[in-house]
């Protein structure tokens, strides 16, 4: 079974609890979003490998680890993934960055690919993709079907809120991608939010509707 996790660490319950109420403001939920998105970097990030070096203190010397390995790239999926992005790159400065932007056609819940620009060496590096919300997961299953014919080889999903739904897409399309996320929520409504969720991630972070 492919691994899903769900990041149950106080700050990022807490946060995410502030993010869903509905009084919360554009500016705070943003400033919320950078929080909570380097506490999940750092959970998705657990398992990078690790090799020891000799260093020396200003005391003496000693054997210290430093990362080795794949390098990463993120992949945002346009135009919520973007809020994710800031707060990673603040812990993981170096990863290079792609977008993917996919527009669901409202009637069929389906994704349509409109923009696709990614790194050109997405095999060598492990890539996570960023999405707030996993909902009905045919966006994420695309962008990570996508990501793959790029070339990419290991790939993690990160998100914020997933429906039970958008598990079961993604699982099923994609068993060996490991999904973390803050929440596993209820269900799915009858226009594919996930409830109770959060609302629009997208119109929430930049104020629109
Ligand atoms: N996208 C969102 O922004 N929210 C949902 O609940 C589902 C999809």
Known sequence: MPELQVV???LVQH???LMRKQATSTAVFRQLLREISMLLAYEITRDLKLEMTGIRTPLEGMESGVLVGRKLALVSI???GNGLLDGILELIPLARVGFIGLYRDEERLRPVEYYFKVPDDLASRLVIVVDPM?????SAAAAVQRIKEAG??????LCLVAAPEGVEVMQSAHPDVSIVTAALDRCLNDKGYILPGLGDAGDRMFGTR
């Open 8 to 10: 149950d660490h106080p």
């Open 15 to 17: 946060k995410l609890t």
């Open 78 to 80: 346009l135009r919520a």
């Open 134 to 138: 996993l909902a009905t997961g045919h």
């Open 152 to 157: 990419a080889r290991s790939i993690k999903f």
